[in-house]
């Protein structure tokens, strides 16, 4: 009897450990299109859970059926009742659902323009820049995605009517905004934004949307490339600013939960963003190899901090960037062909 107490505290105590050991294990996954929602639910129930994924970041955008803003809404976009079903397995498996809509940035992709600009075009940060049929990077514009205005006086309006109604839908207690490559930001040719601090126009987007969902007790998260210095660090122009906006992790609210992605390399960035004293996720998404140098990192960071440090190591959010139904098709292959956003996720993540 006394050796099977033993053991029984020995294995909570190891389970304790793993938990302490990364406190945040996620995966961040585009939210299911209505055929795949039973589906979805099944992998949480079966997958998500064994694994002892606590965290799952949706990127809903405008696929849901918005009450106060019909109009953004996609045409197969999620019910209340199909989010609901979501809802119920993550609490069964006491996962956090953090859903997303792409703000500032990502307004566009390639030749197609977003739903909030195709409505509200008079958000567009630039407008005279025109969506090419055949999209190429570079190209004379220097056109990746568009961005809206953050000092337009009514985009806000409409934006945080979205969050509310998302958040409240998901019974959230966090928003992911977004917020990354964004390269259209204080242009020339805006009338509200041209010479301002390009630094102080992000942080202050930032802050505006932290402040809206601070109301309701609620944090927010973004990615983090925005705050990284391009130039200095040698990382470049995507998972890194080369337009100054870097300067404004010295601006933003202390409590925004900062996604710090690198998908080639394991590079190191979580230490200057706690270091600034900010809570930070390390970011994967189709490298095995990478990802798993990654969670050694922030383990071995944990291990070897101050107490005042340990706890801004989060721990891994894993991201998918294709739709939920590719995903769990890639999932669920026997044997995949090559590593993908799905093998990574089990190299990270084992079953129970």
């Known amino acids: 009897m006394k050796n099977h107490c033993f053991l029984l505290a020995l294995f909570a105590s190891t389970l304790l450990f793993a938990q302490e050991d990364l406190p945040l294990r996620g ?40 009450t106060s803003h019909p109009e953004l809404a996609n045409e197969d976009g999620l019910t209340q009742q199909d989010v609901y079903k979501i809802v119920e397995a993550c609490a069964k498996n006491n996962i956090e659902i953090i859903p997303q809509i792409n703000l500032f940035g990502h307004q566009s992709w390639h030749g197609s323009l977003g739903k909030l600009l195709t409505v509200y075009p008079q958000f567009d940060e630039t407008p005279d820049v025109e969506l090419p049929q055949d999209y190429e990077w570079p190209n004379a514009d220097g056109l990746y995605c568009k961005s809206y205005c953050p000092l337009h006086p009514e985009v806000h309006d409409v934006v945080f009517d979205l969050i509310d109604e998302i958040t409240t839908a998901f019974k959230a207690d966090a928003f992911h905004a977004g917020m990354d490559e964004v390269f259209y930001i204080g242009m020339p040719q805006c009338p509200r934004c041209s010479g301002r601090d390009k630094a102080e126009l992000f942080a202050g987007e930032v802050t505006k949307i932290r402040n809206h969902l601070a ?84 383990k071995d960071l944990r291990e070897g901090a101050t107490t005042a440090m340990k706890e801004h190591y989060r721990g891994m959010l894993h991201t998918s960037w294709t739709s939920t139904a590719n995903f769990l098709e890639m999932f669920y292959e026997q044997k995949p062909k090559e590593d993908n956003d799905a093998t990574t996720f089990k190299a990270l993540f084992k079953k129970n």
């Open 27 to 66: 995966l961040a996954v585009a939210a299911p299109d209505k055929a795949s929602v039973s589906r979805f639910v099944k992998f949480i129930n079966e997958e998500l859970g064994p694994r002892n994924i606590n965290t799952l970041v949706l990127r809903v955008d405008y696929d849901f059926k918005y």
């Open 215 to 298: 109301q309701d007790g609620k944090r927010l998260w973004i990615w983090g490339d925005r705050l990284i210095d391009g130039k200095t660090t040698g990382i470049g122009l995507w998972e890194a600013s080369m337009n100054n906006t870097y300067k404004a992790i010295n601006l933003i609210p202390k409590d925004v939960m900062i996604c710090d992605w690198h998908y080639e390399r394991p590079d190191p960035t979580a230490v200057y963003f706690a270091m600034n004293g900010l809570d930070v996720a390390t970011c994967s998404w189709r490298n095995p190899d990478v990802a798993v140098q990654q969670q050694q990192m922030l």
